[in-house]
């Protein structure tokens, strides 16, 4: 039907409809003028119209159905791979709101901008209209949004990672507000691509990429940099964090939120398998989430959280049997696997894998020679619903959320940093957080092993100045409060030969054991300037093997190379002036003095 012509009303209310939704998708089909609407309903039906479309026109393309049942790969243009942090703004009226950690643009300049590219591009196209909720639908912490985009493997994968279709559309019409979503791949030009954010507007403006990250709202752009604003607005916290549940053998469970930059093993951890000797003793991993986290304060004076996503986005390469065995399981079967190799009968292939099998074509549709290109890209990607991880958690869909026991924050460091140490207040932790650094890795472009702060990994997601963030998190700490201890971790800690020293993975829980005995009070730490640290007898070490290195190192910290740390953290507090929080600069300036002493 053409767009001009169409009736505007909303499909399937009574009538009382939300008429600012309307307004704005009558404004945007002026704008971008496509040949047709279609509002999406996130139905079995409409999902398999919009496969069968994308399989005609080459979009999407059936992967061994015998092997991977409901599964297709996409392959997006070379030059649209992963997040363009250069291309990513943050639009308020004052650049200082926006602070250092943003690139900014006036508002007014923004939209002029961004709107003159959106100009007709939807010509030839179908404009479809993603109503979504991020969050179990019916939770007082979820929020939702509308997406409009011209590409259906948006609709694919936002049907995937959200609650989308007529629920969501009820809520917004109950409720009477939304994120607005704009979003065209346009001609797929990197010089014609921007990622625009209005947070005083609860406005994205996507255009010229497919990437998630770029094109899939509700996720980095909606539940990060705009949820942030939202969240300091409104008093909680939106954070790029996973959610996992430890359940110990007297079935008692804590909740633990982690930060990890991108690519450095949040779901791994997120759905971790415990050691054989922990199985058999009757400990369980849950899994929530693997990305995004929103807290808020509980009457009970703890902090409960969602995970407003309801799939998983995850990086390919690396996933495997030993990596990560319930990941693998998890997409075996309706999955968009997103630049990933295929095998000669069209099994999904990545490098690490582990299964025996070759690929016969690259990422990029050409056959597979490895001195070209690696088979999958090392950002490539499988989307899937939650609900099919072996360790998901039906905590999931509490609308409550889950309380958080214990909050870690950590990154790639292949020296300096001990494998675990506990943050001795709050104001200490939410430093830790901040100064948190880590190497960088595939999932933006740029270049690849670089150390970079990247406070509380949000660095390329925080919708505001870090400064006012900062300040945001220590408003928390106030009487009544029952907040969760915090924690810095390092799986990625280096030897003099170049190869990690902890084992990783599964063995990971042994660290999660030791936080959950210090939340509880059972458990010795050693104190040091830079936190408390277990002695290497604290944490259960049965079944593996560590080196005289790797116990020193990863158990101890070195005072000088600290020192230096802190003076590097001083300068990069400084860098955000005199909005920065002072008993944040009085905390590293105590710690330095320490160190020094």
């Known amino acids: 039907m053409n767009a001009r012509t169409k009736d505007m009303n909303i499909p399937g209310t009574d009538g009382s409809t939300l008429a600012a939704l309307n307004d704005w998708v009558a404004e945007v ?13 996130g139905s079995d039906a409409e999902n398999a119209k919009l496969v069968a479309q994308m399989e005609a026109d080459g979009t999407l393309i059936r992967l061994n159905e015998e092997t991977h049942p409901q599964s297709w790969l996409h392959r997006s243009d070379p030059q649209d791979v992963a997040r363009v942090e250069h291309l990513t703004l943050v639009c308020t009226p004052e650049r200082d709101d926006a602070g250092p950690n943003n690139h900014w643009m006036a508002p007014e300049e923004a939209h002029a901008k961004i709107d003159a590219l959106f100009d007709g591009c939807m010509q030839g196209r179908t404009l479809y209209v993603i109503p979504y909720c991020m969050g179990p639908i019916d939770s007082p912490l979820s929020r939702c949004g509308v997406e409009i985009t011209d590409s259906p493997y948006v609709v694919a994968n936002m049907r995937i990672m959200t609650r989308m279709g007529a629920p969501a559309l009820k809520r917004i019409e109950r409720e009477g507000t939304f994120v607005k979503g704009l979003h065209s791949t346009g001609e ?5 691509r921007w990622i625009m954010h209005f947070p005083e507007e609860l406005t994205i403006k996507s255009y010229g990429s497919g990437y998630g990250g770029n094109a899939l709202l509700g996720k980095k752009c909606h539940a990060l940099r705009i949820a942030s604003h939202q969240a300091r607005q409104e008093g909680w916290l939106a954070e790029h964090m996973l959610i996992l549940g430890v359940e110990n053998p007297q079935g008692e469970t804590h909740y633990i939120a982690a930060a990890f930059p991108s690519a450095c093993g949040k779901t791994n951890l997120a759905m971790l398998i415990p050691p054989e000797g922990y199985r058999e003793a009757g400990w369980k991993i849950w899994t929530v ?4 986290c929103w807290m808020r304060p509980g009457a009970d004076g703890r902090l409960y959280a969602i995970n407003p996503e309801a799939g998983f986005f995850g990086v390919a390469p690396g996933t495997s049997k030993k990596s990560n065995p319930n990941a693998l399981a998890s997409i075996q079967s309706h999955t968009i696997f997103t630049n990933v190799g295929v095998t000669a009968d069209n099994q999904p292939w990545w490098e690490g894998i582990d299964n025996g099998l070759q690929p016969a074509t690259d990422w990029r549709g050409e056959p597979y020679d490895p001195s070209v290109r690696p088979a999958a890209h090392p950002n490539s990607r499988f989307t899937v619903s939650a609900k099919r991880c072996p360790s998901y958690s039906p905590m999931a869909e509490d609308p409550q959320g889950v309380p958080i026991s214990a909050i870690v924050f950590g990154g790639r460091r292949a020296s300096l940093v001990p494998l675990v140490f506990e943050a001795r207040n709050w104001i200490h932790g939410v430093l830790v957080g901040a100064a948190m650094g880590s190497e960088t890795t595939a999932a933006a472009t740029g270049a690849v092993g670089v150390m970079r702060r990247d406070p509380m990994a949000m660095k390329p997601f925080c919708g505001y100045n870090f400064a006012d963030y900062f300040a945001h ?31 990783g993975f599964g063995d990971n829980l042994r660290v999660l054991e030791w936080m959950i005995k210090r939340v509880e009070g059972r458990a010795d730490a050693v104190q040091t300037p830079i936190g408390a640290l277990p002695a290497v007898g604290d944490l259960d070490l049965e079944g593996i093997s560590l080196t005289g ?9 070195d005072r000088e190379g600290w020192r230096a740390e802190f003076e590097g953290i001083g300068e990069y507090l400084a860098g955000y002036g005199e909005r920065m929080p002072e008993s944040l600069r009085n905390e590293q300036h105590r710690i330095l003095t320490q160190l020094a002493g």
């Open 473 to 503: 998190w220590l408003s928390f700490d106030k009487p009544g409060a029952k907040l969760p201890k915090i924690f810095h971790v390092n799986w990625f800690r280096k030897g003099a030969d170049g190869k990690f020293l902890w084992p």
């Open 188 to 192: 797929l030009d990197p010089d014609r």
């Open 549 to 557: 290195e790797a116990r020193e190192v990863l158990f101890g910290y």
């Open 29 to 41: 089909a002026a704008l971008t003028r496509p040949d047709a609407i279609h509002w999406c309903d």
């Open 289 to 292: 989430g693997d990305d995004i």
